[in-house]
């Protein structure tokens, strides 16, 4: 993505470039390169920002309808069961009023019986009655053989008669109670047949509402699904233009430390500072955005990249007046070089000297770290001029 390939060089190649005063004003070309290029990242970043806006918006809506389609399925499910329940309670009703029927059934059949028996008594009556005189024919009674017209016959018997007979009224009564039973089984029967097939009614509609829902919450999950995923597309290109951009930063400064050594090379004077580590300077001396809290704040020194157990140099001779933690600088050495000149090396993984200890310029007095309050291995770097924090580019 970067136009320029040879902006990632190594700072030991662009030393190497110093010796010509040409080089300089390449250096400048590559330099205006870079922050061209840092400025066309950072466009690109907020128009992808700019995108990512209604996309979020259109997540959060398909998510709150997918939510929704979620709940409406779990609540017509819910009631497709309790329906599913109830025809099965309703299922065991009607076969106890099958069996009550069956009950009945059988009780009819015995009246039926009683029926029988009832008629042959009250036939015998009435011709007991004619033998004796005093009614007529018995034939006009039992002509017809219809439970109906043997009780038109009998009340016609007592008419005629004026005798009241227990057979005849308890054919009667046998009768009545026959048509009662009958009409009570077929009355619950049918109720309870009426309510099944209300339930069934509302178990198939039911049924079409979950297929409905579910059909609707495959369709809700697929856009949500494509949200994400064009939100998850648009965050990846912006981290990779993020990260071009830090790396474009970090070679900024190189640039900028290698043209600053182009044109101050370093003094002949043996009281001149060297370069703790060999690598680019990633953050310079000055006010910055901290990398952790995020506040602008003074940085007091520069980082210099390195790699974690690279060794690093005193910059000057001098005695160790701090080998130790020291809060966000970790494991941190201080050296006096004498005349109010302090330097600082921080982040360190392990600390080779001791307070007190004398150094001589060029010896290792540590390892290069991440401990205390960093982003990643590094070497932080600080000149103090009697406690005031300087630029180290001023000394080297």
Known sequence: MIRRALLLVSASALVVSFVAPA?????????????????????????????????????????????????????????????EAD????QGELDAVQAELTVRFARLEVLREELSATRAEAEAWVLDAYERGGMAEPSIAFSAPALAD???????????????????????????????????????????????????????????????LDAKRVVL??????????????????????????????????????????????????????RPVPGAISSGF????????????????????????????????????????????????MIDHGGGMVTLYAHQSKLGVSVGQTVSKGQVIGWVGSTGQSTGPHLHFEVRINGTPRNPVNYW
């Open 87 to 90: 025809i099965l309670i309703m």
């Open 286 to 333: 000055g006010k910055r955005v901290h990398p952790i809290t995020g506040g602008v704040k003074m940085h007091n020194g520069v980082d210099m990249n390195a790699s974690k157990g690279d060794p690093i140099i005193a910059a000057k001779d001098g005695v160790v007046i701090l080998s130790g933690v020291k809060g966000g600088y970790g494991n941190t050495v």
């Open 150 to 212: 043997i009780t038109v016959g009998v009340a016609y018997l007592e008419v005629l008669t004026g005798v009241s007979s227990a057979a005849a009224e308890r054919f009667q009564q046998i009768v009545d109670e026959q048509t009662i039973e009958e009409d009570k089984v077929k009355a619950v029967e049918a109720q309870v047949r009426d309510h099944i097939a209300s339930l069934e009614a509302s178990k198939r509609q039911l049924s079409e509402t979950v297929t409905e």
């Open 23 to 83: 080089v300089a004003g390449d250096l400048n070309n590559d330099l205006s390169d870079v922050r061209s290029r840092i400025a066309e990242l950072s466009k690109l970043v907020s128009g992808q920002e700019a995108a990512r806006t209604p996309i979020v918006q259109d997540l959060l809506e398909a998510q709150a309808l997918l939510d929704a389609a979620e709940l409406d399925l779990t609540e017509t499910q819910a009631a497709y069961d309790r329906t």
């Open 221 to 274: 999950a697929e856009a949500t699904a494509a949200q994400e995923s064009r939100l998850s597309e648009i965050d990846a290109q912006i981290d990779h233009y993020e990260n071009e951009i830090s790396a474009l930063a970090r070679e900024e400064s190189s640039i900028k430390a290698a043209i600053y050594a182009a044109s101050n090379p370093s003094p002949s004077s043996p009281d001149a500072l060297i």
